[in-house]
């Protein structure tokens, strides 16, 4: 079970995850950082501090309550199996490590 590393060793899969994490980071923050940006740029071509009383773009951040809570489920799950993932991978290299030292194949670095 514990043969070959899943993550770990693997750099276009932890390419990916990244990439996924990120995405859904992103997806589950777009009005946040639109509303932002947007009142950002209001402020700058009008000269007039923004907010929500006085732009449209400050009622956007409010719909980071529901993505957040749409991606939330997606965000946890790609996170405990990334977890999993790993763990498993650690399991699997000190496995390989010790498999090596038994055959003779390699010397211990912690001994002296």
Request: charged content about 15%; hydrophobic content about 55%; some cysteine.
């Amino acid at each position: 079970m514990f043969k070959k590393t899943i993550l770990l060793k693997r750099k276009w899969r932890i390419a990916l995850v990244l990439l996924l994490h990120g995405g859904l980071l992103a997806l589950a923050l777009a009005p946040l950082l639109i509303g932002l940006l947007g009142m950002k740029l209001d402020e700058l071509s009008t000269g007039v501090i923004q907010s929500e009383a006085n732009s449209v773009w400050g009622v956007l951040p409010w719909m980071t309550i529901i993505t957040m809570a749409a991606f939330w489920p997606f965000v946890t799950g790609l996170f405990n199996l990334t977890m999993v993932c790993i763990v498993h991978d650690i399991i699997a290299l000190f496995r390989q490590k010790r498999a090596r030292l038994t055959l003779g194949e390699g010397k211990d670095p912690f001994q002296t």
